[in-house]
């Protein structure tokens, strides 16, 4: 028995400064940063460790090419 959890992949769609942790009346977070990839895994509480690692695995193809989709993207729309 365990906590059953949903993990979702976004991308950032705006510039870093655009992000604002304050605009609500009780924020969540008050900082944030970039990270490596496999940062959270190496960081989080052991007994965490092997979930944060298979979640990530099933996120890498998706979250590593980014910048790659999106600049072949950008290429044919320029070229149209």
């Not at 059953?4 to 705006?14: A, D, E, G, M, Y």
């Not at 009346?25 to 690692?53: A, I, T």
């Not at 979640?55 to 320029?78: G, I, L, S, T």
Request: a positive charge; proline letters at 5%.
């Amino acid at each position: 028995i365990g906590q059953k959890q949903k993990w979702f992949l976004l991308k950032l769609r705006c510039k870093d400064e655009d992000v604002d942790l304050l605009k609500t009346h009780h924020p969540e977070f008050d900082d944030w940063r970039w990270v490596s990839y496999w940062y959270p895994v190496r960081q989080v509480v052991s007994f965490k460790r092997d979930v944060y690692r298979r979640v990530m695995k099933e996120f890498a193809p998706f979250a590593m090419p980014f910048n790659k989709r999106e600049q072949h993207k950008d290429h044919w729309r320029h070229k149209r």
